[in-house]
């Protein structure tokens, strides 16, 4: 077990939502949470759908605030507020989305995608030298900086997603299914892409998804959630050659089953 102090951490998490009309109970989305993310660490958050995956990262994300437990960053409290107040986080924790075709802003250029965040962090020095960074990082040509979302493959479109999160040079990314809309090649691309970057830059990787084969690949330790708990909290390795808990089980039957 490391000793290290978390880059990014989760203390006991409860997140409740209200029952509607048709169902009238309130659904426990997450039920006494615990995470904790080391510097450079990749860890996996695996889980069935309604797992409470989402629900988990709208919270480490400030997007969200828990009914009760804290979210703590480098040793401060993090909750949902005013962007201003958020900056210092943002800076340090960065967001890839799960399917950039349609979180990309169709209108905007590559450059000035990968320039957004520094612009609405308030990032100090050259942005332009940065995009150029950022692009270099995962291997994109610079001449793609004037093109539209809708001018790129979906692997380059995923890699502006990335860019944009390294440009304002982040510790943490939060990834969400970050290769689940692509072709078969073309992921293997990005997560040689997500492992070089975290192994070279000693970024941290929280990677979102209910597919263990992708976790498996990338990250060395995984969490399990089932039913808003985590059940399972161990190297990935151990967990997919020996799961313990029934949510476990399933995920590693799901992999075994997929066609080769
Ligand atoms: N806004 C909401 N109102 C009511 N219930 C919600 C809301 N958002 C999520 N839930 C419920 O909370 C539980 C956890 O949902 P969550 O979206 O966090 O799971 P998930 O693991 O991300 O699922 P998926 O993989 O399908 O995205 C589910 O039972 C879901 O129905």
């Given at each position: 077990?490391?000793?290290?102090?978390?880059?990014?951490?989760?203390?006991?998490?409860?997140?409740?939502?209200?029952?509607?009309?048709?169902?009238?109970?309130?659904?426990?989305?997450?039920?006494?949470?615990?995470?904790?993310?080391?510097?450079?660490?990749?860890?996996?958050?695996?889980?069935?759908?309604?797992?409470?995956?989402?629900?988990?990262?709208?919270?480490?994300?400030?997007?969200?605030?828990?009914?009760?437990?804290?979210v703590?960053?480098?040793?401060?409290?993090?909750?949902?507020?005013?962007?201003?107040?958020?900056?210092?986080?943002?800076r340090?924790?960065?967001?890839?989305?799960?399917?950039?075709?349609?979180?990309l802003?169709?209108?905007?250029?590559v450059?000035?995608?990968?320039?957004?965040?520094?612009?609405?962090?308030?990032?100090?020095?050259?942005?332009r030298?940065?995009?150029?960074?950022?692009?270099?990082?995962?291997?994109?040509?610079?001449?793609?900086?004037?093109?539209?979302?809708?001018?790129?493959?979906?692997?380059?479109?995923?890699?502006?997603?990335?860019?944009?999160?390294?440009?304002?040079?982040?510790?943490?990314?939060?990834?969400?299914?970050?290769?689940?809309?692509?072709?078969?090649?073309?992921?293997?691309?990005?997560?040689?892409?997500?492992?070089?970057?975290?192994?070279?830059?000693g970024?941290?990787?929280?990677?979102?998804?209910?597919?263990?084969?992708?976790?498996?690949?990338?990250?060395?330790?995984?969490?399990?959630?089932?039913?808003?708990?985590?059940?399972?909290?161990?190297?990935t390795?151990?967990?997919?050659?020996?799961?313990?808990?029934?949510?476990?089980?399933?995920?590693?039957?799901?992999?075994?089953?997929?066609?080769?």
């Open positions: 077990m490391t000793t290290a102090s978390p880059v990014l951490s989760a203390d006991d998490l409860w997140r409740s939502y209200p029952g509607t009309r048709r169902r009238r109970t309130r659904t426990e989305a997450l039920r006494g949470v615990h995470l904790a993310l080391q510097p450079g660490e990749r860890l996996g958050l695996v889980g069935s759908s309604g797992s409470g995956k989402s629900t988990l990262l709208r919270c480490l994300l400030a997007l969200d605030a828990p009914d009760t437990g804290t703590t960053c480098a040793g401060r409290p993090v909750r949902p507020g005013p962007v201003r107040t958020l900056r210092w986080y943002r340090q924790v960065q967001y890839v989305p799960q399917d950039p075709g349609s979180t802003d169709p209108r905007m250029t450059g000035a995608l990968v320039a957004e965040p520094l612009r609405h962090l308030a990032v100090p020095g050259d942005h030298d940065a995009v150029a960074t950022a692009l270099d990082r995962v291997r994109l040509s610079r001449t793609l900086l004037a093109r539209r979302p809708g001018e790129l493959s979906g692997g380059q479109a995923q890699r502006v997603a990335l860019a944009r999160a390294l440009a304002p040079s982040p510790d943490v990314l939060l990834a969400d299914e970050p290769v689940s809309g692509l072709d078969l090649a073309v992921r293997e691309q990005v997560v040689a892409l997500l492992a070089e970057l975290s192994a070279t830059s970024l941290a990787l929280l990677l979102v998804s209910h597919d263990l084969s992708v976790v498996s690949r990338l990250c060395t330790r995984t969490v399990v959630l089932d039913e808003g708990r985590v059940v399972e909290d161990r190297p390795a151990a967990l997919v050659t020996d799961p313990r808990a029934p949510a476990t089980r399933a995920l590693v039957d799901a992999v075994v089953r997929l066609p080769a």
